[in-house]
């Protein structure tokens, strides 16, 4: 569903290596893509795979590329230049358990901080979490509507249980979503590679070997893309990167929100354990339990204001996720003050909604 | 090496499981020539000696298990990496025999470049060098082996040099490498060529006590599961369309 959503948005460029899990993708490109007149290119490595992507895109075709964690390591050289360089792209990281090669066939929730703070400086970079087959269409639709719009590279960040899981959909009844354009600058404009008034503005794109002269560096760069030390314009820039994701965080917010009056109890959850936790909110009231759900599906930029309304009245605060370490709970900790935090963790299999139970019923 | 014929119920045991391969059953699919390589590896290990004296590096692929098959010390290397790890292992330890285990995508995609500098730097080591055209692990993908007009799950009408480029003869590049020292390609795929390739092993890792570089033995493999043929089917297959791109024979001997 990842591949058809990809399609769907128009992506017509595509580079994998193989690795378990997220191989499906790669293979599903392989087989889609030429009939919608795009490429789907193996390639010798990680390394290449997603330089080949930058590369498409940097044409200003939408491009994308799949992996799971180790491949991740190798591709993070070339994320940073993504974001750095605002080149579009989609990544699909298909979470499987670390560290290192870790388990190619378990699933796991480890990447969430791999993922998102990958580059020198910590950059917000947007993470999509899908939970179900249909949203692995969504939400593949817009990453690639976030990547275009703000010219950033986007995360679509699953695991092995959510991409590897045959689930029965109804074509039918799947959103009809557009793909978005790339906003690119009027041909014979004088402007640069990277033009703004305002830091939070999100440049023009302009393709290379158009009409214009375009100048690209991963290195930091003044407004023409040109390599500058540390000129009050170049600061500006990198100045820029962090400020138009976080000017519009509100507009990257997408979460599954379930509240119950009087509940004092909230279970957040993210992929595939959403799906356990929102079955465990719904057995715990089933038993006269008052308890609200919080799923998130834009991990970061993280929705503050969706937590900060699901917070009200909860003394406890149940984070579910597949690791030991608490990844995404230590993202939200600050935003929970006042209550009580208590992780749900879990390596090596899926929490299940019992665990979930087990862990609401234990006294404080 | 000392063979100790055992009475086994009146008859004589004229073949046994080396003492360097453990007693545990492979998970290689049937027909795979990955069991008779680690045999062939191991019986050398067992005539020379060196058990005590050998580290292995594998890398992630078909042969991540390996370590439970050779009872010597084997490390698990990430992917590509297997021959970069083994340089650290060898430098640190010259004395010891060091081989490195690894697959076609492993050694000469993801890994090419560790592969190229290892030989070039004539690291004192023996690379084995398993070519089956696919990667067989994640489940049949093109790899840069892979012959022209190979369907693979990522090459489904064939591979096409227009698209998808050549398959990459990477033996003969490491032949080119002054550091390379003994550079062969074999098969198992009759005893003849499991015998011959236990002649290439013996001889790369007597030339590595002698200190003389590189030693690169590609064994050219058949890969039934990914080819989606018959063990017998594959091995055909091999002989007819992978010989003649993949010669058996020595690419580089030791002059004199």
Redesign the interface.
Known sequence: MIAEGAVQAGCRFFAGYPITPATGIFKGMVDMLPAQGGLALSAPDEISAIAYAIGASLRGIKSMTATSGPGWALMTESVQYALMTETPLVITLVQRLGPSTGGATQGAQGDVLFAEYCTSGGYTIPVLCPVNATECYTLTILAFTWAELYRTPVILLTDKEIAMTAERIDDDVLPNMTAQERLTSKSGSAVGTYDFDFPQEIPAFRPVGGLEKVTVTGSAHDKQGRLQKNTPETLEVLKHLEEKIRWRENDFCVVETDLQKGAESLVVSYGVTSRAAAEAVARARADGTKVSFLGIKSLFPVPRRAVARALKGIRTVFVAEENYTGLYRSVLLPLLGGTEVRGINKVGSMITPQEILAALSEPA | MEHVATSVDGMELVYERPSTLTDTPMHYCPGCAHGVVHRVLMEVIQEMGIQDRTVGVAP?GCS?FAYNYMNIDMQ?A???RASAVATGIKRILPDRFVFSYQGD?DLA??G?GETIHTANRGENILVVFINNAI?G???G??A?TTLLGMVT????YGRESA??GFPLKITDLVAQLPGAYYVTRQSVHTPTAARKLKKAIRNSLEYQKQNRGTCFIEVVSNCPSGWKMTPRESNEWMEKNMFPFYPPGDLKIPRG
């Not at chain 2, 799950?153 to 489904?156: G, I, L």
């Open positions: 992630v991540v698990e990430a992917h590509g995508g995609a993801i090419t990667y692990m994640t489940g993908q093109m840069p799950s990522t090459t489904p698209v998808m």
